[in-house]
T-cell receptor, first 112, second 109 residues
């Protein structure tokens, strides 16, 4: 099994719909992150969490919300999806000691 | 925040050629990682290298932290090396991984 698992892998949704992307990890890391990648660009940080009770906004948090349900689970929600949220979304984890990041396989989201 | 610049933005090679990708960063770093994003979008962690030199098969990387740059070397390139290579860093005064815009590598047979 993958260390960081994202579901779904692909999703097409309509404008205005609420959608949740889920991430779970078996690394035992405290820190979890959600990134967004637009075509031809690098990854940009949406939200991050350093432990279950900690939630922080990243560069581009508008239109998104997150929930850290447990150490191993971190979900990203789009309350009312819009077409410019069409992108590839990545979840990542890291450990305080090493700072090395592990990424999931990504969720390709299309909003029509 | 910390700035990350990668060069070149695009690189086209014939199979078997060698290449060097560069990453410049604007501040001291605790973490520097090189990733390969394959054509299916998956991010593969190549190196965790905040300083020093590492090698893994045909790939090697060197980070000169005092001069704020890192180099990724690909030798005897193969078509499967195609994709986007990202450099990403965590600054000493920050806590989050910041990505460069990547180098798009195409290896032709």
């Amino acid at each position: 099994d993958a260390d960081v698992t994202q579901t779904p892998r692909n999703r097409i949704t309509k404008t205005g719909k609420r959608i949740m992307l889920e991430c779970s990890q078996t690394k035992g890391h405290d820190r979890m992150y959600w990134y967004r990648q637009d075509p031809g660009l690098g990854l940009r940080l949406i939200y991050y969490s350093f432990d279950v009770k900690d939630i922080n906004k990243g560069e581009i948090s508008d239109g998104y919300s997150v929930s850290r349900q447990a150490q191993a689970k971190f979900s990203l929600s789009l309350e009312s999806a819009i077409p410019n949220q069409t992108a590839l979304y990545f979840c990542a984890t890291s450990d305080y000691g090493t700072y090395g990041y592990t990424f999931g396989s990504g969720t390709r989201l299309t909003v029509v | 925040g910390i700035q990350v610049e990668q060069s070149p933005p695009d690189l086209i090679l014939q199979e078997g050629a060698n290449s060097t990708l560069r990453c410049n960063f604007s501040d001291s770093v605790n973490n520097l990682q090189w990733f390969h994003q394959n054509p299916w979008g998956q991010l593969i962690n190549l190196f965790y290298i905040p300083s020093g030199t590492k090698q893994n098969g045909r790939l090697s990387a060197t980070t000169v932290a005092t001069e704020r740059y890192s180099l990724l070397y690909i030798s005897s390139s193969q078509t499967t090396d195609s994709g986007v290579y990202f450099c990403a860093v965590v600054g000493t005064s920050g806590s989050r991984l910041t990505f460069g815009e990547g180098t798009q590598l195409t290896v032709n047979p």
